[in-house]
């Protein structure tokens, strides 16, 4: 077991023009906005032609297959740090390895180096990282390790804000140096600055749906791309290969709950066209728990990402925040402690430190969504709500982003299931496109509210939500109609788009799969009212005190 994790992780893991107007007049446009709310709730009828080639694609597809020999790395890709002037570069080399007699790779043979520079003629800087190797190992009879190959992340500093960068990464003196790359830095934070396009994606895994919302998402041109969780569904292979759409149905009697690591390897090769040059900023899903010898968890998640944990103040890889422009995220966690726990601990240091003169958007993501009306995974994050609504509210989150759901969801602005005008736009985007069934069933729907013991989640915190006591459900568990915090549904594959145009005006686009790439499924300004809506961080320290 001395070999499952040989690493020297930054934190500990396991158990176009950027800029926009300042001040903007209301759009003269047909496009609805938050002021124009609560608005009446709205179902899209489920199209059953629709189901899509939710089918995995297969180890022999040329985009999964391993582009590079020996050590030339692959599964390249960017992700951010907590402000414009550091991003991250990751990528692998080396082969995995699969199979009852595995030998991790060292990671100290090969040098984690990237060569940068503004020209891509003249690479004149140089950045050292580190690498390490992750394993997965299952101690029963029959079942196959994994070892990964070696993985490398490196961060470029001292960069200059919406800037376009070229890079090159691996080892020069073996030499194994990739072919050049490319990305563009995070405009500076500024309330007139802000990243022209920003893609939101979820539960994506890798089927033929995938490559579509993929598809439709490089078109979309984003200059950042979030992640909301559930990347590959590994979790739904048997170590020898096998799968199903529904991993406990049809493998009820394995001993432990199997993965099939090569499933990460495969994605990480399809994305690379994207996340090479593009951002991305990941947060986990429950199907990247993956549990394995010594009670361990979630280890590929850990180790294939990197994340700004450490430069935004956190402990764990598991929630962190970084600024893009004018916009503050805070990506956190639901399958970590987040009941008077350091996750909460670090939110509330975090939040305080927010400056809404120079970052007026804070938008906040996770995967299970807190307000959702569809049967699947109903209240199942009610523990996380209870624990942490509270304070978001009191700091004045703008948008929430969630995922675990697979279909679209659009609230209206709400607060412990009450509308109210000061709460965030609640979005849940679980449509990525991943080989499970597409969720259609609504709790409020007869003979479809869920006995609540079944809401019961370890991994969230166990079973917190009860009946509501007040409002038009009170007494129940479920609404009997369409809740008027639901504002708009529909069960489609999909992906999203935010364009923030100053520090009140943000327009939010949702795409379906099966529409053109120019069709638009849901449409909305997402208007902030600070005057009306004062946060904690704009109100007299004396009002805060005595809060």
């Not at 692959?74 to 992700?79: G, H, T």
């Not at 399809?270 to 990941?282: C, H, R």
């Amino acid at each position: 077991m001395a070999f499952l994790l040989s690493l020297a992780f930054a934190a500990p893991c396991f158990f176009p023009l950027f800029l926009g107007s300042a001040f903007a007049p209301r759009p003269t446009s047909n496009i609805p906005s938050t002021l124009d709310g609560p608005f009446d709730p709205v179902t899209v009828p489920y199209d059953v032609a629709l189901r899509g080639n939710a089918v995995d694609l297969p180890d022999s597809d040329p985009r999964v297959q391993r582009p590079v020999k020996a050590f030339q790395p692959e599964q390249i890709s960017i992700s951010l740090s907590a402000n414009y002037d550091s991003v991250w570069v990751s990528w692998i080399t080396g082969e995995f390895q699969i199979g009852n007699n595995i030998k991790p790779l060292d990671p100290k043979s090969v040098s984690s180096v990237v060569r940068f520079g503004r020209l891509s003629h003249s690479l004149s800087h140089r950045a050292s990282g580190y690498s390490l190797v992750y394993s997965q190992l299952y101690p029963f009879d029959g079942l196959q390790n994994y070892t990964s190959g070696i993985i490398h992340h490196v961060r470029l500093t001292g960069l200059e804000p919406n800037t376009l960068y070229y890079y090159r990464c691996g080892d020069p003196s073996i030499p194994a140096m990739s072919s050049i790359h490319h990305f563009r830095t995070m405009p500076v934070s500024d309330p007139r600055s802000y990243p022209h396009k920003i893609g939101i994606v979820g539960d994506l895994g890798l089927t033929y749906n995938t490559t579509d919302t993929i598809g439709h998402l490089n078109h979309n041109m984003p200059d950042l791309v979030l992640l909301l969780g559930d990347v590959t569904y590994a979790n739904l292979y048997l170590t020898n290969g096998s799968s199903s759409d529904c991993y406990s149905c049809s493998f009820s009697q394995t001993p432990i709950h199997e993965t099939y690591q090569p499933r990460w390897d495969y994605w990480g090769r399809f994305m690379q066209s994207l996340v090479s040059n593009i951002p991305m900023m990941v947060i986990e899903g429950n199907h990247e728990i993956e549990e394995q010898a010594g009670n361990l968890t979630f280890a590929a998640y850990c180790s294939r990402f990197a994340f700004p944990s450490e430069e935004s103040g956190s402990s764990s890889k598991f929630y962190y925040s970084f600024n893009a422009g004018g916009i503050h995220f805070i990506m956190l966690g639901a399958y970590v402690a987040f009941n008077e726990s350091e996750q909460y601990k670090w939110l509330e240091r975090d939040l305080a430190k927010v400056d809404r003169f120079i970052t007026p958007w804070l938008i906040a993501a996770w995967h299970p969504p807190w307000y959702s009306s569809y049967r699947a995974h109903y209240r199942e994050a009610e523990c996380m709500r209870v624990a942490m609504e509270e304070l978001l509210y009191s700091y004045g989150v703008d948008v929430v982003f969630s995922g675990h759901v697979h279909a679209y969801e659009r609230s209206n602005r709400v607060y412990n299931y009450t509308l109210d005008p000061c709460g965030p736009v609640h979005i849940m985007i679980g449509d990525g496109g991943n080989r499970e069934k597409m969720a259609i069933e609504h709790a409020d729907e007869p003979g479809n509210c869920p006995d609540p013991p079944t809401r019961a989640d370890a991994y969230m915190g166990g079973l917190c939500a009860t009946n509501f006591t007040s409002g038009p459900a009170a007494g129940k568990f479920c609404w009997d109609q369409q809740p008027d915090y639901s504002a708009f549904r529909e069960s489609s594959f999909g992906h999203g788009i935010l364009e923030v145009k100053n520090e009140t005006w943000a327009l939010w686009t949702w795409y379906r799969n099966q529409d053109s790439t120019k069709e638009v499924g849901d449409q909305i300004y997402i208007v902030r009212e600070p005057d009306k809506c004062p946060s904690r961080q704009m109100l007299p320290q004396q009002w805060i005190a005595s809060s």
